[in-house]
């Protein structure tokens, strides 16, 4: 499930005043396909409207605090209140810096008294696109405190996040929830535990990983194997919101492809979709792990030709990370890693070459929007706009969209009847998975 990310320099216009902002990480790709690596990534770097630090504090009364999460399609998911009002879904997102709202209408839902409007020019052909910036909001997550934590609201859901993952989403949040806290993640029981960094304790039997934080995100350097031997340094940026577990961005110019690959629709960014390859890597060393044959993405060379503030070769994302209890210490440029019990379990990928979504009131419809050509779902005439009904004869409606898609990657060769509505008739249609990579 790859994205990408689109860079550049962009104009905000406010009252009528154009500010030059170089936006490094924008906003740029949201893709709400099931078999593609979900690069959730987004950054307004509107330093220039915010003087003052924003960060979340632990309750002084406290030494560290839990919280729940769901994961949920490779996304760390929390609640929380903001402005007295809510819960809200936000995204946890490394690749974060200024807190995003996805959703239009939390401009109604938390009764903002002052905010302002941007308009954000340079993205595609469809003109420019416009935020709210608010001032800073009360943010409340319980035993915890923000302080001067403001967010952009889109005017428009561009990105349709609800419907990727088939329950609301509100936006995304990052820099903000990172940089003042030690943040455990043990995925296993999917919980926080977060801490003032000079609490930290148990990271005896983790692996310390040094990082560096750069423009607000934080970065390792690895060695990645590639099939025919050849081996080399890489520095990838360490994003919590990547649903893939890898992704190379600089290789296909310098060293090609590995000889197997599928060609792939790697996700969607304002400008148009993002095409690229999915193939594998040996493996890529975190410390003294190393993890092997790995689902890597490679996006196309004309898709590469953009420009970063900070040069990198790529993106680990939680489909690696989720492998491990992960501890993020920004303060002490830190990353922990103890492997869980799924460390050994193999990487595979949609072998259905289905790509959906989740529609209707209560996101329970799931509605097919793209088939990959060549594909299982393409040999037996699955097309666009297609909704699968039941699965199993289980309706859908009664499963989430981890259980679709757990049953789309499970075994090469194995059957899956499908109840499909299309052309305003109902039929029944074997799938029968495939391994494509």
């Known amino acids: 499930m790859p994205f990408y990310i689109v860079t550049g320099v962009f104009t905000l216009v406010n009252n009528g005043v154009h500010l030059a902002t170089n936006f490094t990480r924008l906003l740029a790709v949201v893709h709400i ?20 630090a924003q960060y979340f504090a632990v309750d002084s009364n406290r030494k560290n605090v839990s919280i729940p999460f769901r994961l949920i399609r490779n996304m760390v998911v929390i609640k929380m209140q903001i402005n007295n009002k809510g819960p809200f879904n936000f995204v946890l997102d490394t690749g974060v810096g200024l807190m995003i ?27 420019d696109y416009e935020a709210f910036v608010t001032t800073p909001l009360k943010l409340e997550i319980p035993g915890l405190s923000s302080h001067g934590v403001s967010s952009a609201i889109l005017k428009k859901d561009y990105f349709s996040l609800s419907s990727y993952v088939g329950m609301p989403i509100h936006g995304l949040i990052g820099w903000d929830f990172f940089n003042n806290l030690a943040v455990k993640i043990t995925f296993s029981d999917s919980t926080l535990t977060v801490c003032r960094p000079k609490d930290l304790k148990g990271t005896k039997k983790s692996q310390k990983i040094p990082i560096t934080i750069e423009d607000k995100k934080p970065y390792l350097e690895t060695m990645v194997t590639f099939p025919d031997g050849r081996s080399g340094k890489n520095k990838l940026v360490i994003d919590l919101g990547a649903g893939h577990p890898l992704s190379l961005e600089n290789l296909q110019k310098t060293n090609g492809l590995p000889k197997t690959y599928i060609r792939a629709n790697l996700g969607v960014a304002l400008n ?60 002490n440029n830190a990353l922990y890693l103890k492997p869980n019990q799924t460390y050994n379990e193999p990487f595979e990928h949609d072998m259905s070459g289905i790509e959906y979504y989740s529609t ?13 050509p060549n594909s299982p779902a393409d040999e037996i005439g699955l097309q666009r706009n297609d909704e699968i009904v039941s699965i199993n004869f289980k309706p859908v409606a009664k499963m989430s969209v981890e259980e679709v898609d757990n049953l789309l990657k499970s075994k090469t060769d194995r059957s899956i009847l499908l ?19």
């Open 33 to 52: 396909f099931k078999k593609r690596a979900f690069w959730l990534t987004a950054i307004f770097c509107c330093f220039y409207l915010f003087s003052s």
């Open 101 to 127: 709202m996805t959703d239009p209408t939390m401009v109604d839902s938390i009764n903002l008294s002052q905010k302002r409007t941007i308009k954000i020019s340079g993205l595609g052909e469809d003109g």
């Open 272 to 331: 148009g979709p993002i095409s690229g390859y999915i193939s594998r890597i040996n493996e890529i060393e975190l410390g003294k792990y190393k993890v092997k044959n790995v689902i890597t993405s490679f996006p196309d060379i004309a898709t590469e030709a953009r420009s970063y503030s900070i040069a990198r070769d790529g993106n680990l994302g939680i489909g690696i990370l989720k492998k491990f209890n992960v501890i993020f210490d920004y303060s």
């Open 360 to 372: 209707g009131d209560n996101l329970d419809h799931l509605v097919v929007s793209r088939v990959e």
């Open 419 to 437: 109840e499909v509505y299309h052309d305003k008739r109902y039929d029944r249609v074997i799938l029968t998975l495939r391994r494509r990579i």
